[in-house]
């Protein structure tokens, strides 16, 4: 057996700042080197960040990227860090004359998902993702073309076989192929977005590919937020045997450094197996003497809730620092929705870049004005109160507006207003609306749905104040005092937008109606099969038509993290205009 020094940097990149990226890789570069590795694995995408979507197809950006990936190796070796292997993704494009003309049905300009191989100054070979994911939240069919080789590198005697992301999660192409390589390693680099639980499924992939291709397997990945989706890192490594016996914190940017014993590389030669050529490249081919390894460590795994409330935390603060924001104003109504959110966005940011407003009507309970003023003191955020009616009577006397109308108004009046602070100070606003009410329309369009990010997008009712409990139960845990006062989780929810009001006047009871919205939204089941599964029909049908009309607001909606299966947006993607009407009344007659 051969020794190899391994550091998986998990990063927090930005998409398009090429620079910016760049520093980052040759920081931890240098903390590799400092720490004694032989190879630094950095995530897939790395030097452009992930995803660049139809960046891919503008042929300056892909320029930059294949221009800074040669001078980072050069400045890597100027810098007295040419000795380590670097494996570093990036933007490419395929080479070859029939690559290189736009046809129809293929991305134009023919960009690649690519792992360059970086020595002594030189990109001494790239390998290209086989695999192109075209489902959920991924594009990459319509941004890619794919390759068609595994790459194995000698290193230090070991042949290390790369892989890029989805080439793990799917059977066949380069990762299967390993096993035929001979391979010591397979160092697959990722941006693999988070969702709830995730980390479970890809710990069962790593060690089922691992027993596959019968050699270790190293996983690295980014963190980080973008947009709608948040990384969470999770680095990992296994041996042949798919024990994981290494691995990385959660949403923590960092690098794990692991000593590993390896098979000596046999000398099989290239060829092609399967359709995919093996492609060889010596590095090392001499193994290193022995020496004195380190002791691998594994991160302790965090709690649902935990997990949950990192990588909305994490999203909201990458959002807000990476598009250049400082603070971050909300609507505070004393409920569970904007108390969660403030405490994220205190959690995100620091409670000094956060303004909260509270808005009473002449609905406003005293309950919830002060639950509103109770948590700007625990929390520590800006705390101002604009009443509301001033500005909405002018508007009632002059157009009459009743019912529904009067209703909506006085969300429309809060968005103006904070839409106004917002224009002069500079702030995010911060949309505070949750899964469940996004889903059935429960929102007032140009009302409490404006902001420009909304940090509970895609997280249903119910969880809202499971994360709200495990929030105060944690500030208990670590001797602070909790930020979320315990009568905005205890009370039950209301807009307060006449007397009395309460959610379950248009709604039923949030449990049921989360338990009906997972099968609804999340598994695609129609009204026949709700039914089926025990759902009062009139129910069903009153939601499903809730469910499909609100199509147009959630096209409006600020883009939030993902952290469910399918997330609106850019995993549940259906059209506006649309005839087509599940009827469980119908259902229920067959």
């Known amino acids: 057996m051969s020794q190899l020094r391994v550091a998986l940097a998990q990063l927090n990149v930005t998409v398009g700042d090429v620079d910016g990226n760049a520093e980052k890789i040759v920081a931890w570069t240098r903390n590799a080197v400092e720490r004694g590795a032989h190879v630094v694995a950095f995530p897939e995408m790395a030097l452009t960040g992930y995803p660049v979507e139809d960046l891919a197809l503008r042929g300056s950006f892909v320029d930059a990227s294949q221009a800074k990936i040669q001078t980072l190796a050069k400045r890597l070796a100027d810098e007295g860090l040419g000795d380590i292997v670097v494996v570093c993704g990036y933007l490419d494009r395929a080479t070859g004359t029939a690559m290189g003309v736009d046809r129809l049905g293929r991305p134009k300009g023919s960009p690649t998902n690519a792992a360059a191989v970086i020595h002594q100054g030189h990109v001494v070979t790239s390998a290209v993702k086989h695999h192109l994911p075209n489902y959920g939240v991924f594009d990459e069919f319509r941004h890619f073309v794919p390759g068609n080789t595994l790459q194995v590198v000698r290193i230090h005697g070991i042949d290390v076989a790369l892989a890029i992301c989805e080439d793990l999660w799917q059977d066949g192409g380069p990762v299967a192929v390993a096993k035929a390589a001979d391979a010591g390693l397979l160092l697959v680099i990722n941006s693999s977005p988070y969702e709830a639980n995730k980390d479970d499924v890809r710990g069962e992939l790593v060690t089922r590919r691992a027993r596959e291709a019968d050699c270790a397997l190293a996983y690295v990945n980014l963190i980080g937020g973008q947009d709608e989706l948040v990384f969470d890192g999770d680095s990992l490594i296994s041996d042949a045997e798919g024990n994981i016996f290494a691995r990385a914190p959660q949403f923590e940017q960092g690098s794990m450094v692991v000593d590993l014993e390896l098979p000596a590389a046999t000398g099989t030669p290239s060829g092609t197996h399967e359709g995919i050529e093996i492609v060889h490249t010596v590095i090392h081919e001499d193994a290193l003497p022995a020496y004195e390894p380190i002791a691998a460590a594994v991160a302790p795994r965090l709690a649902d809730e935990a997990e949950m409330y990192g990588a909305i935390v994490t999203g909201l603060r990458d959002y807000v620092q990476k598009n250049g924001f400082k603070s971050v104003l909300l609507g505070l109504s004393g409920g569970i929705d904007s108390s969660l959110v403030a405490a994220i966005a205190c959690d995100a940011i620091g409670s000094e870049h956060v303004f909260g407003i509270s808005n009473p009507s002449v609905y406003s309970s005293d309950h919830s004005k002060d639950d509103a003023a109770e948590l700007a003191a625990r929390t520590g955020l800006n705390y101002r109160v604009i009443p509301i009616q001033p500005m909405v009577q002018p508007f009632l006397d002059t157009l009459g507006l009743t019912d529904l109308a009067e209703e909506n108004l006085q969300a429309r009046v ?67 005092q909790p930020p979320i006062p315990e009568n905005s989780i205890a009370k039950p929810p209301s807009a307060e937008l006449r007397p009395g009001q309460q959610d379950t006047d248009s709604l039923p009871p949030y449990d049921l109606l989360d338990d009906m919205l997972d099968d609804y939204v999340e598994l695609d089941r129609g009204s026949a099969e709700l039914v089926a599964a025990g759902f009062e029909t009139e129910l069903v049908s009153k939601v499903i038509q809730l469910v499909d009309r609100a199509e147009y607001k959630r096209r409006q909606y600020p883009p939030g993290p993902k952290i469910t299966h399918k997330a609106f947006g850019r995993d549940r993607r259906l059209p506006i205009t649309n005839a087509w009407r599940e009827d469980a009344r119908k259902a229920a007659e067959h």
């Open 414 to 480: 809060r968005a103006v207003i904070w839409m106004g602070l917002s224009n002069a100070d500079g702030h995010l606003v911060l949309a505070c609306g949750n899964k469940s009410e996004l889903s059935v329309g429960y929102s007032t369009i140009y009302g409490d749905a404006v902001g420009g990010f909304a940090p509970l997008k895609d997280v249903p009712k119910t969880v809202v104040w499971r994360l709200a409990k495990w929030r105060n139960e944690d500030a208990k845990a670590r001797g602070k």
